[in-house]
Structures are given as C-alpha cells and as structure tokens.
C-alpha cells in the first residue's frame, strides 16, 4: 500500500488555503503572509507597518510562534485585534497551517478589516510548504544572513511575491555583496519584488507601506 501521509497533509492544508482566499475575497480583505527566519525582523518591522497605516485601514495579526506571546505584547500598543497562535500546543510545528489561519478569521469582525497580517513562525524552510490563503507572501531576509540565503533555500524566495531585505543600517559593518545576493535572488525567482529595509531608523519602510496601501486599495476597488 502507497503511504502519502505528507501528501494528504498537503492536499489538506490546500483546500482550506482556498477556502481563505474564497472569504478573504469575498470580504475584499487582504492578507500578507510574512515569512522569514527567527530575529530577522519581522516584529519591528510589523511594528513600523501598522504605525504608518493603522490610521487609514482597520487591521489585525495572527502572531505566529512556537512558545511565548512576546510577539504579540509588542504590538498590543496599537490597539488592534491580535491572535496568536503558539505551535507548541500542536507538537511545536514550524509553521502555520491554514486550518489555523482560518479559526483566527473566525474570531475577528471581518466586516470591520481592511488588512490581515499572518506572522509566521521563524523558519526559511517549512512555511513555504503550506499555504495560507493569503494575497501576498513577503518573505524577510536580514543583511546580516549572508547573500547565499536564496541560493540555500530557494523555495521560499521562489513563492514570494515580496522580498524585505531588512537590518540595511548594518551594512557598513559587514563584508556584504549586493551583486551576489542580487545575483542569487534572480537565479530563483527573477520576478519578486524587493525592498531594502531599517526597521530599526525607518529607512526605506515608506515604499513598503506605499506597495502594501495600493494592494489593500486595488482589492477594495
């Protein structure tokens, strides 16, 4: 007898994927699913984000992470719906699944949101594998984590729309190749988005959120 255990997890995770994208779409809500390695930055520059947009579009996270509601606490000043979702509590999976994903819209008002932001769990490799439902995958990539990191694991760079290369600010003090890791990235996925980042002093985040604004307002319209 053929086993397919993973594939039957896969399937799965799929159709529920699609039954996100069918509700999202049809409460015209967009929704970023963002990926990157544990302290690439994904906080703080969710952070920034929801700083300069909250004020124009209703939004909320689904916090992902393995242990802890750290995440969450930091961007519980803003005043928005949070759900988090600790992994540990299903065998301290590496990623999200869209099944979760789907119980967390059911907890918010989704007549009252223009814009959801999934953070997933620090991982460059597991979460590329399921999908979300999601509008946009951002994948998050620090200076600090070489240039090879496309080369090492394309998958994730391959099926995001967007890539964030953040920690820009600490350029000057490493031995970094733009050429190569642009040489990389384009081996991988020649088409994806790019946009160099300081989450820390605000540098470049501008045309981000301008990227994201015009997303939110396209599927609106």
């Known amino acids: 007898m053929e086993i397919q255990i993973l594939k039957d997890i896969l399937d799965s995770n799929k159709n529920v994927a699609a ?5 999202l779409q049809k409460k015209k809500i967009y929704m970023i699913d963002m990926m990157s390695s544990p302290g690439a930055g994904k906080t703080t520059l969710n952070d920034r984000i929801i700083g300069m ?3 124009r579009y209703r939004i909320a996270v ?5 242990k802890t509601t750290k995440d969450s606490e930091r961007l519980a000043k803003h005043n928005i ?10 065998g301290g999976d590496c990623h999200l699944e869209s099944s979760w994903v789907k119980s967390c819209l059911d907890q918010f008002d989704l007549d009252n949101l223009d814009l959801v932001i999934v953070e997933n769990v620090g991982n460059l490799v597991c979460p590329a594998e399921f ?4 509008d946009e995958r951002i994948v998050v990539l620090s200076v600090a984590e070489g240039e090879d990191k496309p080369a090492k694991y394309p998958l994730i760079f391959n099926t995001s729309h967007t890539l964030v290369l953040s920690k820009i600010d600490l350029l000057p003090h490493l031995d970094y190749s733009m050429d190569e890791f642009f040489a ?3 081996k991988v996925n020649p088409t994806i988005g790019v ?27």
């Open 81 to 90: 719906p949070i759900f988090q979702i600790e992994t540990d509590r299903f």
């Open 184 to 186: 990389n990235l384009k």
């Open 19 to 23: 039954e996100v994208k069918d509700l």
């Open 131 to 134: 999908q979300l439902g999601d």
């Open 195 to 221: 946009y160099q980042v300081s989450a820390k002093t605000g540098d470049g985040v501008e045309a981000l959120v301008k990227h994201i604004s015009a997303n939110i307002d396209k599927k609106k319209s």
């Open 62 to 66: 689904i916090e992902g992470d393995i």
């Open 53 to 55: 947009l909250k004020s």
